[in-house]
């Protein structure tokens, strides 16, 4: 069974920065390509943010392109979220995902999730 959890939301101000981390237990982690998504609410989940299984190919939603960045450090079974000149708009649950097929985007392709961490943003 692999289980995902993540940590590093809080309340930050418009502005502010935050990391993200999800920490993955499986032996095969590098298999796994990873995503984030987000959920506001009463909205539908939305796609954030994907890294390849190698790191090397990496892909945003245009909103957060050039203020948050995705890693992963395949040592440590973890990926990162790192989320620069926060809005009050990327305020949301962010989970992470897992995913071995399929499309990068589209949460149904992704097969194990997180709990979730909550990322409050305050004007």
């Known amino acids: 069974q692999v289980q995902l959890v993540e940590s590093g939301g809080g309340l930050v101000q418009v502005g502010g920065s935050l990391r993200l981390s999800c920490v993955v237990s499986?032996?095969?982690?590098?298999?796994?390509?990873m995503g984030w998504f987000r959920q506001a609410p009463g909205q539908e989940r939305e796609f954030v943010a994907a890294?390849?299984?190698?790191?090397?190919?990496?892909y945003y939603v245009d909103s957060v392109k050039g203020r948050f960045t995705i890693s992963r450090d395949n040592a440590k079974n973890t990926v990162y979220l790192q989320m620069n000149s926060l809005k009050p708009e990327d305020a949301a649950v962010y989970y992470c995902?897992?995913?071995?097929?399929?499309?990068?985007?589209?949460?149904?392709?992704?097969?194990?999730w997180g709990q979730g961490t909550q990322v409050t943003v305050s004007e």
């Open positions: 499986s032996r095969t982690f590098s298999s796994y390509s």
């Open positions: 890294v390849s299984g190698s790191g090397l190919n990496k």
């Open positions: 995902a897992a995913k071995t097929f399929g499309s990068f985007i589209e949460p149904h392709d992704y097969a194990y």
